[in-house]
């Protein structure tokens, strides 16, 4: 297990362990999230999509009701 990257509140390293497959202990997942900026955006871009999807199926469903 590595040792969590995130900072206490006296500004020193985080001596926990790190939890599985993230850099950071419970504490400080919050730390890891600000860190991740670029996996955000990846996340925005997939909800988007998402969206996009629903949207779709919502527009197909409304026209499939004015036909009948
Ligand atoms: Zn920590």
Request: charged letters at 35%.
């Amino acid at each position: 297990m590595a040792q969590c990257e995130g900072k206490t509140k006296k500004g020193d390293r985080c001596k926990r362990e790190s939890r599985t497959g993230t850099l950071f202990c419970n504490i400080h997942m919050d730390q890891e999230q600000r860190a991740r900026t670029q996996r955000t955006e990846e996340w925005d871009r997939d909800a988007i999509v998402k969206a996009a999807i629903g949207f779709a199926l919502v527009g197909a469903i409304f026209l499939l009701r004015f036909r009948r």
